[in-house]
């Protein structure tokens, strides 16, 4: 029974390591992109967006993996919530396109980015916290 338990212990350090070694890989890209194109603020703004797409990747990768660990109850509460946080998503992206965006130079630009990345990561880390303390 110790065995189990400490194989059981080091699968769920190794697990947690892991996702946190996403969020430090992907942040650590997204500060080396920053870092090669700080030219100008279009450019940055685009590593923004490639860390974006890591982070949906990230997403949906961490609901198919609770769907194996939530009862199903609570699996169907998860994909509500999904559901509200992408009209949540949609609505913001819009709001910033509507504010931020549509002006003639790319600092506003740039800060869109920003914003769409933190609710990107938050979002993942929120399912990591799931993920954890179920």
């Known amino acids: 029974m110790k065995k189990f338990f400490v194989v059981f212990y080091v699968f769920i350090f190794n697990l947690n390591y892991g996702y946190a070694n996403i969020v430090e890989n992907i942040d650590k890209e997204r500060q080396n992109c920053f870092e090669i ?22 997403i949906q990768k961490s609901l198919k993996n609770l769907k194996k660990t939530l009862t199903k109850s609570q699996y169907k509460l998860l994909l509500i919530s999904q559901k509200h946080w992408n009209t949540f998503i949609k609505n913001d992206n819009t709001l910033l396109a509507n504010t931020l965006e549509n002006k003639f130079y790319f600092e ?4 869109s980015s920003n914003i769409k990345f933190e609710n990107y990561k938050q979002r993942y880390q ?5 993920y954890e303390y179920k």
Request: glycine share 0%; aromatic share 16%; charged share 15%.
């Open 108 to 111: 506003p630009y740039l800060i």
């Open 126 to 130: 929120e399912l990591l916290n799931l």
């Open 37 to 58: 194109n700080f030219q100008s603020d279009y450019t940055t703004a685009q590593c923004n967006y490639v860390a974006i797409e890591k982070y949906n990747s990230e």
